[in-house]
T-cell receptor
């Protein structure tokens, strides 16, 4: 079956530091990977959509300078939160897109900033 | 636009009754509409989806309806149980690996 692993599951970082999270697709080829953030009490905001061999498209309010993404192959993607502050806390979800439409989500990386 | 509106934000029902959640979308090119259930502290899990070539789909106590003309789709949970209490998110996307846009979520509370 199709699985998406995200790690770490939880992380705490000091304000102003950076942390990297990873996303691994197992059992299928993820032609695209979407990174979402769910802030406390909110819905899922799309940060960026990354397609192998294409430019990464960042949504409004999110930039490559703040959330650099690497998507080197069809099974792996990573995203870094640079200079994390309180407003960056939340659940970061990786959604690996299979075929045309189906999205498989990982369990997320919960970021706490102290 | 690409927004997905979801209502209500909170839904309280008695066990055994039905619950309905409604969503509207803006992008007429959207052709895939998944619904996700999220338990506290967990990632969202796909519970049912519908594609634009269908108007209705049913599985295990869940019914989804799609009205393409009105750009509206809905989730109906029949015979609700306390275990159905969770956050529910609708979403819309289109084929070709385009982004999935989520609704704002509905907190369903099923009381015994």
């Amino acid at each position: 079956g199709a699985l998406v692993y995200q790690y770490p599951r939880r992380t705490i970082c000091k304000s102003g530091t950076s942390m990297r999270m990873e996303c691994q697709a197992v059992g299928f080829q993820a032609t695209s990977v979407a990174w979402y953030r769910q802030s406390p009490q909110k819905t899922f905001e799309l940060i960026a959509l990354s397609t192998v061999n294409s430019a990464i498209k960042y949504e409004q309010n999110f930039t490559q300078e703040k959330f650099p993404i690497s998507h080197p192959n069809l099974s792996f993607s990573s995203m870094t939160v640079l200079n994390a502050y309180l407003e960056d806390r939340g659940l970061y979800l990786c959604g690996a897109i299979h075929g045309n439409t189906e999205v498989f989500f990982g369990k997320g990386t919960r970021l706490t900033v102290v | 636009g690409e927004q997905v509106e979801q209502l209500p934000s909170i839904l309280r029902v008695q066990e055994g009754s039905s619950a309905s959640i409604n969503c509207t979308y803006e992008n007429s090119a959207s052709n895939y509409f998944p619904w996700y259930k999220q338990e506290p502290g967990e990632n969202p899990k796909l519970i049912i989806d519908i594609r634009s070539n269908m108007e209705r789909k049913q599985t295990q106590g869940l019914i989804v309806l799609l009205d393409k003309k009105a750009k509206r789709f809905s989730l109906h949970i029949t015979d609700t149980q306390p275990g159905d209490s969770a956050m529910y998110f609708c979403a819309a996307s289109r084929a070709g690996g385009y982004k999935v846009v989520f609704g704002s979520g509905t907190r369903l509370l099923v009381s015994p």
